[in-house]
């Protein structure tokens, strides 16, 4: 390996590289109409660590989480709701509903000293999964600007 790769490798963090892996997910991935891995846990059909659950809301731990507490919170039915830029008047319920759970959650979770809520929208936005959904980030002091 030559010198400058060696320099180079040892500055690349398991967090850059899943930063990295994020980013060509979204970059790959399509809005679609077919089941989205969410409503594959919605539907049990894959399993996850639910924290919060009503007839509306479904939140859970992110498996790849980017800080000591990272939930995912979405809405049980998507309704045509892929991403916040797609939501239309009939959505504002669910999108209020959404931002008052990750409130329970994160009091639920410990985070009285503050927490990030994210919401990415399309590829620059590094959204992923097309079934809009919160991230909610806490337990550790956070940067700015993000990245």
Known sequence: MSHRVSILSSHFSPASA???S???AALAATPSDSPTIFDKIISKEIPSTVVFEDDKVLAFRDITPQGPVHILLIPKVRDGLTGLSKAEERHIDILGRLLYTAKLVAKQEGLAEGFRIVINDGPQGCQS????????????????PPG
């Not at 999964?129 to 550790?140: F, N």
């Open 22 to 24: 994020e980013k060509e």
């Open 18 to 20: 899943v930063m990295a």
């Open 129 to 144: 999964v097309y079934h809009i959904h919160v991230h909610l980030i806490g337990g550790r002091q956070m940067n700015w």
